[in-house]
């Protein structure tokens, strides 16, 4: 099995997901799942007598695959780091009259590139939030996921089945705009991806939520009207306008660096210690 010292630098490609939303900072800023990985990464590294890690996250809310492939993945390639991860499409296959086949072979371009450069390239199936627009999209996803799990028995990569674990499905695992995780969805990725790399199970990522206290009619309605006014309206006028969330962003962390080790980092995360978890007040 690997050691955590093993792996001393990392960098980050995709979206919004990679990105961190809505892994919320009090400065305003996301955290998300490769932050915390590039933290504990780096804590077991020092713990082994390392000298940390290096960490890059080059990843941007809204782009497409083709983005990602034009404005990331060379740049990956280039910083030749321990590891990589790549999680991209889902942005695509949301889209209507998306050419799939197309998405996959733009994502299979970024594959044949990343994975000589690094020694390890992490894809994934990403999580989804059940409900009536998962089920709408679903065979385009399915076509994609399968397609990741057949690009990573080609080339030596490493699939993290967060599609599969039916606790990422749960409304609750899922921030206001329907669309991102909430801190708690993000620590169980990081910690999935942890034990993807062969790294020691630090809690039981895909462990259930406790039974949900359903809310009733009315409030339901109220989150169905705020979600729709908040964020549904929004991505919608961006899709009819050509316009992304992340047009004129930059990455939150261009350059591979040494990553400064964050002074509240917890030993184990939130949903192994039972801390209190933040529940929608109503779900449509």
């Given at each position: 099995m690997q050691t955590p010292a093993t792996y001393s630098s990392l960098v980050a490609v995709g979206d919004s997901f990679t990105e961190g939303m809505s892994d919320l900072l009090p400065d305003g800023s996301y955290r998300g799942w490769a932050d915390l990985l590039a933290a504990r990464l780096a804590a077991a590294s020092r713990e082994a007598g390392g000298e940390g890690v290096r960490y890059a996250n080059l990843a941007v809310r809204g782009k497409l695959i083709r983005q990602i492939s034009d404005e990331q993945v060379d740049a990956a390639a280039a910083m030749r780091p321990d590891v990589i991860t790549l999680v991209g499409g889902l942005?695509?296959?949301?889209?209507p009259g998306c050419d799939v086949a197309a998405v996959c072979e733009v994502l299979e371009s970024c594959v044949q590139r990343l994975a000589p450069a690094c020694d390890r390239l992490v894809l994934m199936r990403s999580p989804i939030r059940r409900?009536?627009?998962?089920?709408?999209?679903?065979?385009?996803m399915v076509e994609l996921?399968?397609?990741?799990?057949?690009?990573?028995a080609a080339h030596g990569a490493v699939v993290v089945d967060l599609y599969g674990a039916q606790v990422l499905g749960d409304a609750r695992m899922w921030a206001e705009d329907r669309l991102h995780l909430t801190a708690e969805g993000h620590e169980r990725v990081a910690e999935a991806v942890w034990q993807a790399l062969g790294l020691p199970e630090q809690a039981e990522w895909t462990s259930p939520l406790p039974p949900e206290v359903r809310a009733g009619w009315a409030a339901r309605r109220v989150s169905d009207l705020r979600f729709t006014r908040a964020h549904l309206l929004p991505w919608i006028g961006r899709r009819l306008t050509g316009r992304s969330s992340g047009d004129g962003r930059s990455p939150k962390r261009a350059e591979l660096l040494p990553y400064d080790l964050p002074g509240d980092l917890p030993s184990?995360?939130?949903?192994a210690r039972g801390a209190a978890r933040t529940v929608p007040s109503g779900e449509g």
């Open positions: 942005n695509d296959v949301l889209r409900g009536p627009v998962a089920t709408r999209f679903l065979p385009r996921f399968d397609f990741v799990e057949s690009l990573a184990t995360p939130s949903y």
